[in-house]
């Protein structure tokens, strides 16, 4: 149905296209003609004026045509965008539901099976977990995008930070046996942020690298200074991402066109929510990568801030992987 509906979609953008160049490009290079010849070939002052009244008249319907297409072509794009959004999100929703109810029948069936029922127990609370963080990361993205959200700042260790997003990035690494090699500096200094929010972009962070990583998957979370700034990377062994993908791979919805991108699970908003959050931080996020040698996104922290800038959100950034 989706794709019926991009389909449609398409279809009516390429009759708009055509609609215009037949009914204003061609006039519109017909005008442009006759105004040069009348500028060209005209003998009076009143013929260069006509023929210079119907060149400016031409450039501007020109002009027009082209920005209405520009403004169509984007909406085109944003419309295909939202609806992958909005399959996607659907289908990880129905994952987690889906086990919860699978899990739910099995428990009713097996009442009294001291084992199974521990084991039914356990699953539903990690599927009830899973679900909770998807959506409260929606909210959390819909908050940035009004501007609401705000940021509760603190100064804090980088150590307890890495190992909370860690300890939340756990039960996938368990689950899929990740590689994951942590090397913490000594002796770094605090920073000012605010915790949850750098810990959602971890996880972020490592949940890109498990999906797009290569096999078995590695993972190395590193943490470091530089002159006056805290680094945080985040390397996996993956395919690379291509150097002309690399500021899209920040927008909102945006995945990367590539067959196994397509293939994996996500909603496209998890480095549109870690570009939001290093922002309103007043800091930054490095991606080095290219085709064949993985994928490192650097978290990039200044020294000595004492003051939160106001989150609002800007337009190239639109904006979970």
């Not at 029948?105 to 099976?113: M, N, P």
């Not at 605010?194 to 962070?205: F, G, K, T, Y």
């Not at 200074?225 to 690399?246: M, Q």
């Amino acid at each position: 149905m989706r794709r019926g509906g991009r389909d449609f979609t398409t279809l009516g953008y390429k009759r708009i296209v055509k609609l215009l160049v037949t009914l204003v490009i061609v006039p519109s290079i017909l005008l442009s003609t006759i105004g040069f010849l009348l500028i060209v070939l005209g003998e009076g002052g009143y013929n260069i004026l006509i023929g210079l009244l119907v060149l400016t008249f031409s450039s501007a319907l020109v002009t027009g045509v082209i920005l209405v297409w520009v403004f169509l072509r984007r909406e085109r794009d944003l419309s295909e965008l939202q609806a992958d959004f909005v399959s996607k999100v659907s289908h990880e929703l129905r994952t987690p539901l889906t086990s919860i109810r699978m899990f739910t029948e099995t428990l009713s069936l097996r009442r009294g099976d001291k084992a199974s029922e521990d084991r039914c127990i356990e699953a539903l609370n990690k599927e009830s977990a899973r679900l909770q963080q998807l959506i409260d990361r929606l909210l959390d993205w819909g908050r940035m995008e009004s501007g609401r959200r705000v940021y509760e700042l603190g100064e804090y260790e980088i150590g307890p930070i890495v190992e909370e997003a860690i300890s939340a990035f756990e039960p996938t690494r368990e689950r899929r046996h990740v590689e994951l090699e942590v090397k913490i500096a000594p002796d770094l200094p605090r920073v000012v942020c605010d915790r949850s929010a750098v810990v959602i972009s971890l996880v972020n962070l490592l949940s890109n690298a498990y999906k797009y990583g290569g096999q078995p998957r590695q993972i190395e979370l590193s943490a470091g200074l530089s002159g006056r700034e805290v680094l945080i990377t985040v390397r996996d062994n993956g395919k690379g991402i291509a150097r002309r993908e690399h500021k899209r791979i920040f927008e909102k919805f945006y995945r990367v066109d590539d067959l196994l991108a397509r293939q994996q699970e996500g909603s496209g908003l998890g480095l549109a929510i870690v570009k939001h959050v290093m922002r309103a931080h007043a800091g930054r996020v490095l991606v080095d990568s290219e085709p064949g040698r993985g994928s490192a996104f650097t978290l990039v922290f200044p020294l000595g801030r004492r003051r939160l800038i106001s989150p609002r959100p800007d337009a190239s950034t639109g904006g979970l992987a």
